[in-house]
């Protein structure tokens, strides 16, 4: 029998393997140009710092990419350097991406059935943290969501 554990991060498997062919499937000037907002690059970002504030549950204080920097909450999530810029090539992004994904993945299958039911970090929530099995499928599906912007980018001439 699959363990929720495994099937957590089988379904974080496909869901990054998918959003993974989707930014690459964009040249190298494509992947750094912006369009309706942002430019692909900026979506691998903007998924790894949520996966390491999420599943990570890291508090490192180099979070540029979570898409909510107008909000007070965020300010003190970003007060050192990124680890890394969208100028920094695709490259290099999507190396990010892997190396983020791939803690993520050592993550989900570390994790005990009292991790799965307990609470976690989750600062876009009123009270600063929600149920880790909630926060787990709200970013699997964050995820869906930024693959399916990265197509209507797709879509947009140039």
């Known amino acids: 029998m699959t363990t929720l554990q495994a099937f957590i991060a089988e379904q974080y498997t496909a869901e990054l393997s998918a959003f993974r062919g989707s930014l690459d499937s964009f040249s190298d000037p494509e992947f750094l140009a912006e369009a309706l907002g942002h430019a692909p690059a900026w979506h691998a970002l903007h998924i790894a710092d949520w996966l390491r504030l999420t599943v990570l549950e890291d508090r490192t204080p180099t979070y ?3 898409g909510w920097e107008d ?3 965020v300010g003190p999530l970003g007060t050192q350097a990124a680890p890394l810029v969208e100028a920094a090539g695709k490259a290099a992004v ?3 991406l892997d190396s983020v994904s791939a803690q993520v ?3 989900l299958h570390a994790l005990t059935p009292d991790d799965l039911n ?8 009123p009270t600063g943290e929600r149920p ?5 499928g709200l970013h699997l599906r964050h995820i869906a969501y930024h693959r399916g912007q ?3 980018l797709k879509k947009v001439p140039a």
């Open 64 to 66: 540029h990419f979570l």
């Open 71 to 73: 909000k007070a909450w």
């Open 94 to 96: 999507l190396a990010r």
């Open 105 to 107: 993945q050592e993550r």
């Open 118 to 125: 307990g609470m976690t970090f989750s600062p876009s929530a």
């Open 132 to 136: 880790r099995l909630t926060a787990l």
């Open 150 to 152: 990265l197509q209507l």
